[in-house]
């Protein structure tokens, strides 16, 4: 199975990253998790995102704040698909670093997930790696199926209390 390369732009993206981590162990899914700054290590970068693929990545995902360039720094450097993580922080509390990741260039496109979507970047992450993988599609299936049935079971016990 293809591994899930994730690149942080600082430790503060760490909480968000973990969901990410945890999304992925859930399902069983390898991973390797960087940090790398577009701004602050850009050669490192680089560098991960033009061997991603010959080292056994099929997909990437990027977490950063701020004016966020990760991704797309990322995106520039390979042809792996990419997904994008804005990152709240102190200011504007993440409308930067949304606009940043999601405003993407033509022939650089970067999938982009809320402000603080990890679970969400490892659940896309999933479904892109499970085109070519049925026992991982399932894995998948089985999740989308066990959480309709704890929003079925609130419902129901909401029902009970009214």
Do not use: W
Not at 95 to 104: H, N, P
């Amino acid at each position: 199975m293809k591994k899930v390369g994730i690149i942080m732009g600082s430790d503060s993206d760490l909480p968000v990253i973990k969901k990410a981590t945890d999304m992925l162990s859930s399902l069983d899914i390898p991973y390797e998790v960087h940090i790398y700054s577009a701004h602050r290590t850009p050669v490192e970068a680089r560098d991960f995102a033009a061997n991603a693929r010959h080292n056994g990545f099929g997909v990437l995902i990027a977490a950063a704040g701020m004016a966020a360039h990760l991704a797309g720094a990322i995106a520039a450097n390979t042809t792996l698909p990419v997904i994008g993580i804005p990152c709240k922080s102190s200011v504007l509390d993440g409308l930067d670093a949304l606009l940043s990741t999601v405003m993407m260039p033509t022939g650089i496109p970067v999938a982009t997930v809320a402000i603080g979507g990890g679970a969400n970047a490892a659940l896309l992450a999933a479904q892109i790696l499970a085109v070519e993988d049925s026992d991982l599609a399932a894995r998948l299936d089985a999740k989308r199926a066990a959480d309709a049935a704890a929003v079925l079971e609130k419902d129901a016990k909401v029902m009970e209390n009214l």
